[in-house]
């Protein structure tokens, strides 16, 4: 079992940035597939990033450009560098940690971009 705690989620201006955190109980680089997702009140939760654990990563299209997904095996973390943040970004947002026969989710970490 994984256990995932996100954090650095918080109160942003639109064009603002944020970064995301979310540390893993146990060695990610054996696991093939981490991501974030989010999720908006009355809405599903979506895709926001994936990152294999070759290095390949997968962008939703309304993110391409304004976010970057990396993840550092040694701290056992997987982050979501957020810029140029929009009031659509508003959500809470989770860390997925993923194999072929199991899947992880974190508690969650709500982002809030207003003026």
């Known amino acids: 079992q994984v256990q995932l705690v996100e954090s650095g989620g918080g109160l942003v201006q639109p064009g603002g940035s944020l970064r995301l955190s979310c540390v893993a109980s146990k060695n990610i680089s054996n696991i093939p597939r981490m991501g974030w997702y989010r999720q908006a009140p009355g809405e599903e939760r979506d895709l926001v990033a994936l990152i294999t654990n070759t290095g390949t990563t997968t962008y939703a299209d309304s993110v391409k450009g304004r976010f970057t997904i990396s993840r550092d095996n040694a701290k056992n973390t997987v982050y979501l560098q957020m810029s140029s943040q929009k009031p659509e970004d508003t959500a809470v947002y989770y860390c997925?940690?993923?194999?072929?026969?199991?899947?992880?989710w974190g508690q969650g970490t709500q982002v809030i971009v207003s003026s």
């Open positions: 997925d940690a993923r194999g072929r026969t199991y899947g992880y």
